[in-house]
């Protein structure tokens, strides 16, 4: 019996938006928002660190956008919830620390079309970026991610929504879920580990009663049963939380980011970067296609890797691995299907998921940052609109 299909238990875990590598993924994107706001040519690679009431802003950034970082990231940190100075951050009273300048101008070459010796927009940087879909959920993700997402997420939603009601939440959270698998699907939630922010006053009752309720309403009812091993703060208390309790950092959170630990992961992180970064940018489209293969049958899971040159346009690379799930006589034959169907040079990634207009498209950066990159459908990656060109390009693979 082959690793995936033999009986096994995986988990994944989520954090919150109010958690300190959380808070800077955020800023890092709400300033890369205000960047492309007013100049989708904005080259940026932002950096932040955040700790006991204070946010270093860093990095390199060449924009003509006239940008108040200062007010970026205060108004971040007030959206998420840090709005009280007895908690040792707080969007008003915290210091605000600005180190940045412009792009190398020797990146700037190899990324900007007409300045390179290729002539054309060539790979921010080397590397390889991954994407995955598997159809074990309805979003195409893997199960411990999505509903460890998802609990984090709701309980968000009411601390922010309901404040009256769930007066006791404080911003930092992090969840963690255990799936049982047999035969390479999930059978079961085997346990689910919440760690929350709260008020003094709260009584641990409250916080184990509403991650109950919440697990129950956001993963599916065959996979919970009252065999279900729940660990709600289990040291007894979280009252030191978010970045008065840890020191936070940009890209330290790679792994929520994506797919749980379920596959391959490029080494990069996400937030901060403008989508010349291919770290960033062609992460995406292999979730994209990654995800239009399993929606269109030919394959149930599915990983596309691709590897880059720093100034070179086309893939070093692309390697498609369906863990044995492929409907074609062999994954190189689906590798040649994407080659045809999908242009995968960095511009036309742009250009396909419309990453230098995100505001006119009904999305931010900023919305990425928390609760995953991928998952949620009004991400442009998340569109499923590639199924008959992948079928009508594999008929001749069958």
Known sequence: MSKINAPHVFTSESVSEGHPDKVCDQISDAVLDACLKDDPESRVACETLTTTDLIVISGEITTKSKVN????????????????????????SCKVFISIHKQSPDISQGVTEGEGMFQEQGAGDQGMMFGFASDETEELMPAPIIYSHKIVAELARRRKEMPEEYYYLRPDAKSQVSVRYEKGRPVSVETIVVSHQHTPDMRIEQLESLVKEIAEQVIPAELMSDKVKYFVNPTGRFEVGGPNGDTGLTGRKIIVDTYGGVGSHGGGAFSGKDPSKVDRSAAYMCRYIAKNIVASGLAGKCEIQVAYAIGVAEPLSINVDTYGT????????????????FDLKPAAIIKTLQLKHPQANGWTYQDTAAYGHFGREHFPWEKIDRIRDLQKAAEKYK
């Open 326 to 341: 492929g409907k074609l006589g062999k994954d190189s034959d689906l590798e040649k299907v994407v080659r045809e169907v």
């Open 69 to 92: 970082w200062e007010a970026v990231a205060r108004k971040t940190v007030a959206k998420i919830g840090y709005t009280h100075s007895d908690i040792g951050f707080c969007a008003d």
